[in-house]
Every structure is written in C-alpha cells, then in structure tokens.
C-alpha cells in the first residue's frame, strides 16, 4: 500500500507536529532579528551622526580661514546713479564718483518704406566696425568688414534678419512708425571704438537708403541712414581722477570693486565699501546651528526615557558618549592668539542641555573688533589644544570622518555586526531546513510501518472472523 501524504497512515497530525518542531528550531531567530533590527537603527543613527560632524567641519572650516571673515558689503549714496559691487578681492575703502557722459552705442534708422514692400535691390551691404570721429570714420583694423547679401525681394524684415545672422558686432530691428517700417541698426557694444559704418554694394540706388557712410546726415533718406545716436564712452572722475569707460558697467575700479553707471551726476557720489558683518553673523549661526544639530542626534541617541523605560538606540555606547563628551569639552576650552579667549565672551553660551546659544549683545560688541572675533576662530597656534575654534572643530570634525576614524570605525563595527547576524540568522534557518526534511522522513517512514501494520491487523481479524464461523 503507497502513503499519499504524511500522517495517512498513522492516523496524526503529521503537518502540525512538524511545524511545531521546527518553529522550537527557530525560535533564536526571534532575538537574532530583534538584535538586527537594533543594529540597523544604530547604523542608520551613526549614518545621521557622520553627515552632522561633517557638516559641522565644514561649518567651522569657513570661519577657520581668512575667506570666511573677509565678506565685504558696498554701498552707493545715490544707487540711480551710480551702483556698486564688491567681490571677494576686495577691502575697505571708499571713494566718491561723479559721472558726466555714459557709454551708449551708435544707432543709426533708414528711410521709411511700404510695410511688408520688398527693397528691389540686388546687391549687398558691408558692415565694418570702427570709430568715428566727427565725419571720418577709421576702420577698426583688428575686425574685417562682414557683407550682408540683398536679393530683390528682401523686404526690411529679411534684411533685419540677414544682418542679425552675420554676427557683424550689431543688431538690426525694424521700426514701424505707424506707416512704414523702417530699418534700425544698433552696436551690440558700448563705446566710441565700438561705432560702424555700412556700405551699399551693387550699384542700385534703392539699396542705398541702408547705408550709413556719411555721419553729418540729420535725416534718413534715400542717400542714407542717419546717426540717430553716436556711439560714446563714459566720462568721469574717481576721487577726483578723470576716467573713461567703452562701457557703462566697470570692474575693479579699485580691487574687486565694480560700478555700474546708470546716470550722468554732476554732484559726487560717496562709495564706501566695508566687511559684511551679517555675513559674518551668518557663518558663526551656522557654526552653531550644526553643532546643536549634532548634539541633539547624539542626546536623543544615548538617553534613557524612564517614563517608557526605554534607552536611545546607542544607551551606553562608549564611542558615542566620548564624542559627547569630546565635543562639549572642546567648546568650553581656550583659545590663545586673541584678546578674547573662550566662545562664551563673544556670544556663544553652552547651555545646560550641551547646546550652543548666541547671546546677540555679546555677539554684536565683539563685532566691534571684528579682528580680534576673527582671530579667535582663525588663530594657529601649531597646537590643538589652544587653537582658534574654527581650527579646533575643523581639524577634529575630519579627523573623526576619516577612513580610520571614530565614528567610521564605529559604523564599520556595526555593519560587521549585522553582517555577522546575518550569517547567523542563515545558520538558524539552514538548520531548521533540515530537522524539518529529517522529520518528514521520519514521520514517512512510520506512516508505512503503521499502514503495515494496520492492513496485518485487519487481515488477521478478517482470519480470525472466518475462523470463528466455521467452528460454530
């Protein structure tokens, strides 16, 4: 007789005793992933730690270096006039500026036509840049003339778009006056040297109503365009020194200083360029606000709630509780090379709970010897112990993400952990795989004893029976 499933011929519930069986064999599975589970909260909270104490490096390595106290800020007394910026380049200074003529770029219009008529003219139209000095015009010898073809049936337009095409140093448009359109050409730069002259080729007199070869002309005409605006440079007086400019926007009038002229100002206007104190105030803010956000991972990491009578997922973690402890430290230390020796005298008080606040009055009188704050943060000793603090943090902060590091190491520790859980967990199951298979056969195996034993049983009752029939 075959058994078709396990328990047929025994009569048990093979299924459920198996399954109970090898759910006992895998019961350390239950604290090995619970184990895990705890390993992988640590990873991910050293993960958050590790982007925090790089982050608060990178947070102090701003104010560890000159670049980061060296922010200036400009301002204009008359900013309609006359603008200002300052780069990184530059350091204080002022200077007063008074502007009599601004840079424009030479414009010259044609004749008007029937709108959308085409020109009639073959030919072509030689663009060439140079300068004009009342009638005479002098090539620029550094640039080559660039011709323009003209068909027939070119309208203004068609033209317009040739020109734009040729990249010949100007830009055509076309005007319409409410009639006629008429074409415009304008220097792409400012600048008495940035001027042009256009000369009709072809011999066809249509066409010459959009040349500019005569800078006198007052009114377009078919001889001509007219100088609707000559080409300029800007004049004026820095501190009392005559300039002149192609262009409106100047850079590096002094170093690192720009200005952009914007209007002609007969009366002076006062520049002064000073250190962007609310620069610097945003760097030290965001020096304190990385480490407060490093402290608080790590507080809420290594607390134990006695409420819930639970502990932070790192409770007790040496590592994690001497970076703590290394890091308060550090911001209650001192500094030599500044009149200021500690964090707490210019506004960066520790509070009870291991953070950093900024007291602003403290802050904003140690702006007033804003090089004494700088050298506070900035100041190398040769000596991490008396180091300015942007140093101090910096160099620790990279120290501890480094390949041989604290917190790298402690992440590598962890993620050998649960590698090693892992295995563990495998084991567990490889293990119950087997029990499970070996209990099988088993159970199989007495299945067909059974069944043999019951078909003996009936068959010997069956005799018995026979047996007892025929001798009654």
Partial sequence: MTISSTGVGSGLDVKSIVSQLVAIERQPLKALQTTASKYQTQLSVYGTIKSQVSALGDAAGVLATASGWSAQQATSSNSTAVAVTAGSSAVASSMSVTVQQLAQAQAVTSVGVTAGSAVGATGSLSIQLGTWTGASFAADGASAATPVTVSATDTVAT????????????????????????????????????????????????????????????????????????????????????????????????PGVSLQLLQTAATA????????????????????????????????????????????????????????????????????????????????????????????????????????????????????????????????????ITFDGAVSNKSSAIQGAITRNTSDQDRVNERATRVEAQLLRQYSALDTQMAQWNSLSSYMNSQISQWNKSTA
């Fill in 159 to 254: 033209i317009a778009a040739a020109i734009n095409a040729a990249n010949a140093g100007v830009t055509a448009s076309v005007l319409n006056d409410g009639t006629n359109d008429r074409l415009v050409m304008r220097s792409t730069s400012t600048g008495l040297a940035a001027g042009f002259s256009v000369t009709p080729t072809g011999g066809n007199a249509a066409l010459n109503a959009y040349g500019f070869t005569n800078s006198t002309l007052t009114t377009p005409s078919a001889s001509g365009m007219f100088m609707g605006q000559s080409g300029l440079d800007a004049n004026l007086k820095v501190n009392g020194v005559a300039l002149t400019s192609a262009s409106n926007n100047m850079s590096n009038v002094m």
């Fill in 269 to 400: 206007v006062d520049i002064a360029v000073t250190q962007d104190t609310d620069a610097v105030q945003k760097n030290i803010q965001s020096f304190v606000d990385a480490y407060n956000a490093l402290s608080q991972t790590i507080s809420d990491a290594t607390k134990y709630n006695a409420a819930t009578k639970t502990g932070g997922p790192l409770q007790g973690d040496s590592t994690t509780l001497g970076l703590q402890g290394v890091l308060r430290s550090m911001l209650g230390s001192s500094s030599t090379g500044s009149t200021f020796s500690n964090l707490s005298q210019v506004g960066l008080e520790r509070q009870t709970n291991g953070s950093l606040k900024i007291n602003a009055t403290k802050l904003d009188a140690a702006k007033l010897d804003m090089t004494n704050l700088q050298k506070l943060f900035t100041t190398n000793n040769s000596d991490a112990t008396t180091n300015g603090f942007g140093l101090k943090v910096r160099d620790f902060a990279r120290g501890m």
